[in-house]
């Protein structure tokens, strides 16, 4: 049994997280707090294995909630956020704080059914991984020393085409933070993520990096040193047109993921053949596979996460066990194996 604590100043709220979780058999909502003093006096005497935390409370709220779990007894957690650009922003800085993962409390009759099983399986990935938490304090206090690009070398590759879910916002952050401001190719990343998190989460990287981060707009063309984040609820896919490469936004239900991986990677494939990089990083499904197989089959080069690194050991696991990786290595090997193999 998966034994949870669910923290929410709503009690409707509480009452509904409570019973979509005891849903899945294998689950245990052990208590409920009110807030950030509570869920602290509550973890330390039900000892739970996750923590659901709300992103707005009153008095201590979510982050210095988090903040404070993470430092004294650092937990699973995963943040439940609205759909608002505050909270979007909010709950960026906790997933740099250390935070697992989070869901959107968009608790429709619609969608009832997908986010009762997205909240369990993130439950689920999350409670398996405890002893990699020591790797959110390796990403957020390791000083960012960006690398060089030797002067005048050639350039052997034309593309970084990236793939992340679950735990991926702080790697791609460290990622993005260590490579050279003078990067010579585009680089394009699939995050799983909606829409308003998407923007915010590309502002973030564009203040830590020295790249130029953004949020990818529709036919925009893609330019050396410039990284563009796939806009959340949508797919990113790219189109050559004689020398220039665009973005295209692709509204698709063939994709489970959103953004979906696979098709980024397919069509980074199209348009750059043999020049292409792909990276796959932490995260659960396998959303990337078909993609990176197309990558490998023009000649791409493909690095995958490690499984030691990886708060899900999902999607590089299934790129990994295909054969496809030329590369599996830490994350903080990977802006340096990027750079060489430029």
């Known amino acids: 049994m998966i034994k949870v604590l669910v923290v929410d100043d709503s009690r409707v709220m509480t009452r509904i997280i409570s019973k979509i979780l005891e849903k899945d058999p294998q689950i245990e909502v052990i208590g409920t707090a009110g807030s950030g003093s509570e869920a602290i006096e509550k973890i330390e005497k039900l000892k739970p ?83 990699k938490l020591r790797l959110k304090g390796f990403l957020s206090n390791r000083p960012a020393r960006p690398l060089s690009i030797i002067p005048g070398g050639s350039v052997r590759r034309s593309i970084l085409s990236i793939g992340a879910s679950t735990g991926g916002p702080p790697v791609l952050q460290y990622i993005l933070s260590h490579l050279p401001k003078d990067f010579p190719v585009p680089i394009v990343i699939a995050q799983h993520m909606p829409r308003l998190f998407t923007q915010s989460f590309a502002e973030r990287l564009d203040k830590i990096s020295p790249l130029a981060v953004k949020e990818a707009e529709h036919k925009e063309v893609l330019m050396p040193g410039v990284a563009l984040i796939a806009p959340g609820d949508t797919h990113l896919a790219l189109r050559r047109k004689g020398r220039l490469v665009t973005v295209e936004m692709v509204n698709s239900n063939t994709y489970i993921y959103r953004p979906s991986v696979d098709l980024l990677m397919s069509t980074t494939a199209t348009a750059y053949e043999s020049t292409c990089i792909g990276l796959i990083l932490t995260g659960m499904g396998n959303d990337g596979l078909v993609g990176l197989k197309a990558l490998k089959a023009k000649g791409g080069y493909v690095i995958a996460q490690d499984e030691e690194t990886c708060v899900v050991y999902g999607m590089p696991k299934a790129v990994v066990n295909a054969g496809l990786a030329d590369a599996v290595l830490p994350i903080e090997r990977m802006p340096e194996e990027i750079v060489r193999i430029l």
């Open 49 to 131: 294995e996750v923590v659901t935390l709300d992103v707005e409370m009153p008095g201590m709220n979510g982050i210095e909630t988090l903040r404070h779990i993470m430092s004294v007894n650092p937990l699973p957690v995963i943040m439940l956020s609205t759909l608002t650009r505050d909270h979007a922003d909010i709950t960026m800085e906790a997933l740099s704080t250390g935070a697992c993962d989070f869901v959107t409390k968009d608790f429709s009759n619609f969608t009832l059914a997908d986010k009762e099983q997205e909240l369990i399986g993130k439950v689920k990935d999350v409670a398996k991984n405890r002893a």
